[in-house]
């Protein structure tokens, strides 16, 4: 049999719009030392929109766009969605694409007349070696101090474009910084955007470390590294780059909007995709926890 008061703190839990799908971790969340965030889509809306963009060498600013919004056809990411969007806006028109490949935490890649063309971030450019042009440069490190993600465009190994994307902190993120901070608990971002942009949303937030330029594949490494400190860690995300780290972490937390990988890894789903609510599920976890003594 359930014993009452757990019976009761799950009850409770579900009136406030969080789902406990391990009842051991929502008791563990009473000692959590840090609560780590994922950045995109969940401290932010996740709805970017193309604010400016840059050439070399002569490149057409809506030839650029348009190669990017080809390669980007295929792909879910709202990064895509941005792109696409654009190029419509201007009403240019997309050349034919094959060979669509997504890159997990870098881009994608696609053949368009007959160049291998990319669009994708910095961990993109690492993995093709490639190195930017100084007007790029200039370019995205004044997109990052304005907490925009910056994608660059990749034709026949050369970088020929960039594009500055402005997404939007959720006024949400503010308070729950500060719960969590009254509750004595550390906050951390995570995400696989530049280090420019993710210093700039945590400064904004107050938040206390930062990781960046994380691959998917190494989001769950980051957590243990802190565990490995000795630290009880929470972990919360919305996408299927997150699960991994939701699984790893001493509580998985996804937000309601997230993707079913993300809500089948975690611990507690919280149904009202408020950031908010992390910090009122640790208050009901210590509230419970006194409950029981
Ligand atoms: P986060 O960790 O912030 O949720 P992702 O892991 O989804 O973000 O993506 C990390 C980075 O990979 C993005 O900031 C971007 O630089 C690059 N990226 C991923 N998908 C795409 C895409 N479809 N087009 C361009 N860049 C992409
Ligand atoms: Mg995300």
Known sequence: AI?????????????????????????RA???????????????????GVVASVT???????????????????????IARAI?????????????S????????RGVRAVVDGNEVFVGGPNLLTHLDSAVPSDLQTFAEEAGENAQTVVYLVRAGEPIAAFAMA??????????????????VEVAMLTGDSQDVANAVAT?????????????????????????????VGMVGDGVNDAPALTRADVGIAIGS???????????????????????????SKASYRKMQ
Not at 8 to 17: E, V, W
Not at 84 to 95: F, S
């Open 3 to 27: 014993p009452l008061v757990v019976a009761i703190n799950t009850s409770l839990a579900a009136r406030n719009g969080m789902l406990v799908r391990d009842r051991i971790a929502m008791e």
């Open 30 to 48: 009473r000692n959590l030392d840090t609560i780590i965030f994922d950045k995109t889509g969940t401290l932010t809306e996740g709805e970017h």
């Open 56 to 78: 070399v060498g002569g490149v057409d600013e809506n030839e650029a766009l348009a190669l990017a919004a080809a390669v980007e056809g295929d792909s879910e990411h709202m």
């Open 84 to 96: 696409r969007e654009a190029a419509d806006d201007r009403g240019v028109e997309t050349p034919a």
């Open 98 to 105: 094959d060979g669509f490949e997504a890159m997990k935490g």
């Open 167 to 184: 997404d939007v902190i959720r006024g949400e993120s503010y308070q729950v910084v500060d719960a969590l901070h009254d509750l004595e």
């Open 204 to 232: 904004e937030l107050g938040i206390d470390t930062v990781f960046a330029e994380v691959l998917p594949e190494d989001k769950d490494v980051t957590v243990q590294e802190l565990q490995d400190q000795g630290k009880l």
């Open 258 to 284: 997230g993707t079913d990988v993300a809500v089948q890894s975690a611990d507690v789903i919280l149904v009202q995709n408020n950031p908010v609510d992390v910090a009122r599920l640790v208050t009901l």
